[in-house]
């Protein structure tokens, strides 16, 4: 089975700190992303990454970046904590194929971040 | 982009009736992925459809898919207390979209004993 670990379940920090969202996926995928989960707005897409060293923007990606040093590893950064990325994030991977359809994204337990 | 509604926003069933959770898409869709996510963990992969009319069955969860490939619908029978939770429906873009999925907003699933 596939298992994408994220470092924390719960974490709490204070505005201004620059925080870190850890993601490792166990299965060689190629594909990796980052997601915020919020009351009444759905999964929205951060930052994505298709291979080591490269990222593309999502939906939401002010006020984050990511890093890919390596290919098992997708590491999210608030650079300068505010309050309104109190949130529940996700981090997914997935396989690339080279088939027209998608393989299913493989997501993590998720990490509530409360930013005071 | 894509867009996907789903309905209802939330439901609540007794114990043992059968329930409908419908997915409609902007756009036509290329591939349709349900998942399902208990409160506060992360989301479990159902059901992948493709191709216009498909159906697919696991224990008491069937998905449908539309011949125009716009909706499709989730259906639970004899619905359990285990059910319970969020229901997500995830849409490929097709072409080379990197794996990207757009998600509905999810429907809230409560059973009742």
């Known amino acids: 089975d596939v298992k994408v670990t994220q470092s924390s379940r719960y974490l709490v920090k204070r505005t201004g700190e620059k925080v870190f969202l850890e993601c490792v996926q166990d299965?060689?995928?190629?594909?990796m992303f980052w997601y915020r989960q919020d009351p009444g707005l759905g999964l929205r897409l951060i930052y994505f990454?298709?291979?080591?060293?490269?990222?593309e923007k999502g939906d939401i990606p002010e006020g984050y970046s990511v890093s890919r040093e390596k290919k098992e590893r997708f590491s999210l950064i608030l650079e300068s904590a505010s309050t309104n990325q109190t949130s529940m994030y996700l981090c997914?991977?997935?396989?690339?194929?080279?088939?027209?359809?998608?393989?299913?994204?493989?997501f993590g337990d998720g990490t509530r971040l409360s930013i005071l | 982009s894509q867009e996907l509604e789903q309905s209802p926003q939330s439901l609540i069933v007794q114990e043992g009736k059968n329930l409908t959770i419908n997915c409609t898409s902007s756009?036509?869709?290329?591939?349709l992925y349900w998942y399902k996510q208990k409160y506060g963990e992360g989301l479990i992969f159902l059901m992948m459809?493709?191709?216009?009319?498909e159906e697919k069955s696991h224990e008491k969860i069937t998905a449908k898919l539309d011949e125009k490939k716009q909706q499709s619908s989730l259906h639970i029978t004899a619905s359990q207390p285990s059910h319970a939770g969020i229901y997500l429906c995830?849409?490929?873009?097709?072409?080379?979209?990197?794996?990207?999925?757009?998600f509905g907003q999810g429907t809230i699933l409560t059973v009742h004993p």
């Open positions: 997914a991977s997935s396989p690339t194929t080279g088939a027209i359809l998608n393989q299913p994204q493989h």
């Open positions: 299965m060689d995928h190629e594909n």
């Open positions: 990454s298709y291979d080591v060293k490269m990222k």
């Open positions: 756009k036509t869709l290329y591939g």
């Open positions: 459809l493709q191709k216009g009319g």
């Open positions: 995830g849409a490929d873009s097709g072409g080379t979209s990197y794996g990207k999925l757009t």
